[in-house]
């Protein structure tokens, strides 16, 4: 008796749901996914380029360091010569941090890239089919 009630319940919800309707929900629930890779696509490439300019100053910084070394070694200023040489190790480790995170972003803004380009395929099959 249950199914039999479930079955005709579903059945009058059947008749009042327009089919044209769920198509333009479902499609716009993709265009809205769609923007969303994008705005994560674009945030991901700020990051990245946030990440090299860093990378760029600490690059700089390294050879500023290296120059001290070698003139504070050159005045026979052993320890100057040696904080900075100790400065530069960890800057540049902090360098290779960076630039594992700046590969690793980059190998997640192909994934999007290539999401993206399934989800834009997808919306035009669906939207020719609509």
């Known amino acids: 008796m249950s199914a039999v009630i479930k079955a005709k319940i579903s059945k009058l919800l ?12 479902s499609y716009q629930q993709q ?5 969303r890779v994008k705005k994560g696509l674009a945030d991901m490439v700020t990051a990245k380029k946030r990440l ?15 120059a001290q070394a070698r003139e504070a070694l050159a005045h026979g200023r052993e320890d100057l010569g040696r904080l900075a040489l ?3 190790t960890l800057a540049q480790s902090e360098l290779q941090s960076l630039d594992q ?6 190998a997640q803004q192909q994934q999007l890239i290539e ?3 399934r989800l834009r395929q997808k919306i035009e099959t669906f939207r020719t089919k609509k």
């Not at 059947?14 to 929900?25: C, F, H, M």
């Not at 265009?31 to 923007?35: K, W």
């Not at 090299?52 to 290296?66: F, P, S, V």
């Open 31 to 35: 265009v809205e996914n769609l923007q």
């Open 14 to 25: 059947d008749r009042a749901e327009d089919p044209s309707e769920t198509l333009e929900y």
């Open 86 to 88: 100790e400065r530069k």
């Open 101 to 106: 995170q700046v590969a690793q972003l980059e």
């Open 52 to 66: 090299q300019i860093q990378a760029a100053k600490l690059e700089q910084q390294i050879g500023k360091l290296d």
């Open 115 to 117: 999401s993206e380009k």
